[in-house]
């Protein structure tokens, strides 16, 4: 583990929150990230605000014991093609760190954008070389000895000034504090559902919302109970002797089915409507406009890369790069999200991407028509001098999107087709048929899915259709464990069934999923652009034991233990009841004559997880020892090494 540095600093301006006076201490960092607030130290001193001669002077000098009382030496950074932005959190109004002067050593503070320098931070032992990388790589350092006040210098002066800067940044150090638990995990529910609030102290006050936003003490006081109808954000927070905990949050979904959803298959058209959802694209560079700055100034957009998906067609999958077409009476507007949209200059070839409350109309609002070819003439200031349209400059080293008068590459416009969606449900005797028919169909659909799930328990599951990270992540929530039937292990009596990580779920194939959220029976989880591929559930074979897959409710043989499923508790059970097994889950076969082994389950233990070793008999005790490994180890806990050890479906430590 890296030593990491420590300072206290005590600031009276920053991080003062409703509950009281915050205390942060400064942890020296060997990367930054956007977002976060550092302090910039070289020799003893700290870069502040103070502007001299266009120099930074740095006045204040400060030691192991800290800074008190100002935010003029505090920093924060904001993303940047290439680097980051610097921004100083003292100042009444967003100013950059400028060194823009081509040739020049000065440095200022700037509002304009143009005139915003680009920071890099390269890191070696310990300290950071801070490069403007839009002024011959200009880096930050000290004037000399004596009045310590940075300038930026090029790199032919490297060896000559000191510029080896210390970066700390600025964590909150509020000592213990008391937290707020939720009695529910994160729950796809039906109908309401009550959640209960508990702070780690019953002498704490919980304060919370269900709009998403960070309590203060303004917020709801929590007293009894919240019930919910609809999909909610709750955040919590317990306050204690004037002191706030951490912020715990909770998001409980409310999903309704759908009868078609957007997709993620674009097609190029010849005509837009109102609500359209589109990207703007060069077929012959096979390039797509992105809302991102292609520039540091933020004048023009990212072209980025992609490949057809078949005829004229585009699967996109980053929001980033789709624009909803809105017509508001004198022309259409090109939205980035709700409040963004795209606008230009009238006397530059400028595309940008801005808050359209801020902007004149006349510069955000477009005229769109097509050419025989296909080609999209999306044109500003329709009818005057200044007319311009969006085009590709192919020969812009990146190739970027703006607005020109005449001349670069024609752009083509490809619009998000609605897809049609299908319900599949854990009690229906239909889903064979659906999924069959959706089979030979071979479209892109979206899927109604009624199965239930329990959070931090195992869940076998078995779907027609693949799923990646981000649609498992949006079904089993964040955190979730996948595992995939990878073997069997035999000692004696016992049999133990071996289960590796997977990281997709393939169409048809069974697995194990421990979910960190629960999906209640009756409530619908909607999971949008899959492909139903595989009509028939699979079954996965090792040493005549079989997981096998199953897309409608399936009854069993009451007391027939040849048959075994994940229940309760993490424990193997056999059937005790007719009652049919509900869809899209899975159960194993034990080969002939095995029916009374002891039945185990082990995973990769690199992934941390195992479960308990338990009996055929739904959960019966007999005081067995096993290793994570699924090794038995005897009955008695003298004599083993020290360790993690499962004993009755519970794991335990042997000091």
């Known amino acids: 583990m890296k030593a990491r540095s420590y300072l206290t600093l005590l600031l009276l301006l920053l991080g003062v929150t409703a509950w009281g006076q915050t205390t942060y201490k400064l942890e020296q960092v060997t990367s930054v990230e956007a977002g976060s607030k550092y302090v910039f130290e070289q020799d003893g001193y700290v870069m502040n605000n103070t502007i001299s001669s266009s120099a930074l002077q740095t006045t204040n000098n ?86 310590h006040a940075y300038k930026a210098y090029a790199a032919s002066n490297l060896s000559s000034y000191p510029h080896a800067i210390k970066v700390y940044k600025l964590v909150e150090d509020s000592g213990p504090t008391c937290t707020v638990s939720f009695d529910q995990p994160e729950t796809v529910f039906a109908g309401t559902f009550n959640v209960t609030l508990t702070a780690s102290d019953e002498n704490a006050a919980i304060y919370y919302t269900t709009d998403g936003s960070t309590p203060t003490k303004a917020s709801n006081l929590y007293e009894d109970g919240i019930t919910l109808n609809a999909t909610t954000t709750i955040k919590a927070v317990a306050v204690l002797g004037g002191v706030a905990g951490p912020v715990a949050s909770a998001t409980y979904q409310k999903n309704e ?19 359209d959802q589109i990207i703007i694209v060069n077929e012959d560079f096979q390039k797509v406009l ?29 929001n980033k790069k789709v624009l909803t077409l809105k017509n508001e009476g004198d022309g259409w507007i090109l939205y980035t999200d709700e409040t963004h949209c795209l606008y230009t200059s009238r006397s530059q070839n400028l595309l940008k991407n801005g808050v359209k409350d801020d902007i004149d109309p006349n510069l955000y609002t477009a005229d769109i028509s097509f050419d025989n070819e296909g080609n999209a003439i999306i044109k500003y200031f329709k009818d005057t001098d200044n007319e311009r349209t969006i085009r590709l400059n192919k020969d812009n080293k990146p190739m970027i999107f703006s607005c020109y008068t005449g001349g670069q590459q024609p752009v083509q416009i490809y619009r998000n087709e609605k897809i049609a969606a299908v319900t599949l449900n854990e009690t229906s005797t239909d889903n064979g ?14 899927v109604n899915l009624y199965r239930q799930l329990t959070a931090n328990m195992w869940n076998a599951i078995c779907l027609p259709f693949d799923m990646d990270d981000a649609k498992m992540k949006a079904l089993f929530g964040d955190g979730y464990k996948l595992r995939s039937f990878s073997g069997v292990k035999k000692e004696g009596g016992d049999v133990t ?63 027939d233990k040849s048959i075994r499923f994940i229940g309760s508790g993490n424990k193997f059970y056999y059937p ?80």
């Open 62 to 147: 400060y030691s192991a014991t800290g800074l008190t009382g100002s935010e003029s030496y505090v920093w924060t950074l904001e993303s940047a093609t290439g680097g980051f932005y610097m921004i100083n959190c003292s100042l009444d109004s967003k100013q950059y760190l400028s060194n823009s002067v081509k040739k020049s050593t000065n440095l200022s503070f700037d509002s304009r954008s143009y005139s915003k320098s680009v920071w890099s931070f390269s890191f070696q032992d310990n300290t950071a070389t801070i490069q403007n990388t839009l002024n011959e790589n200009r880096f930050l350092g000290f004037t000399n000895e004596t009045s």
């Open 290 to 318: 992105d809302e991102d700055d292609a520039t540091s100034s933020g004048n023009n957009r990212m072209a980025d890369d992609f490949e057809f998906y078949g005829d004229r067609t585009i699967q996109m999958k980053e």
């Open 257 to 275: 089915p759908v009868t078609e959803s957007w997709g993620d298959i674009f097609s190029h058209v010849s005509d837009v409507q109102n609500g």
């Open 497 to 559: 069934l071996m289960f590796d990580e997977a990281e997709a779920i393939k169409a048809g194939k069974p697995y194990i999923v421990l979910p960190t959220k629960t999906v209640e029976r009756d409530a619908v989880v909607v999971i949008s652009n899959v492909t139903l591929t595989n009509a028939d559930p699979k079954k996965v074979t090792f040493d005549g034991y079989t997981f096998q897959g199953i897309y409608a409710p399936k009854s069993f043989t009451k007391g």
């Open 576 to 655: 005790n009841s007719t009652t049919p097994m509900r869809a899209f889950r899975a159960y194993f076969t034990l080969p002939t004559g095995t029916t009374e082994a002891k039945v185990g389950m082990s995973f990769d233990e690199d992934m941390g997880v195992a479960t308990g070793i338990v009996a055929v008999d739904g959960g019966a005790v007999d005081g067995r020892i096993y290793s994570m490994s699924g090794q038995y180890v005897g009955t008695s806990t003298q004599g083993l090494p020290r360790g993690l050890y499962i004993r009755d479906g519970r794991k335990f430590v042997v000091k």
């Open 433 to 446: 048929t659906i999924i069959s028919n959706a089979v030979k169909q071979g479209k892109v659909l979206s």
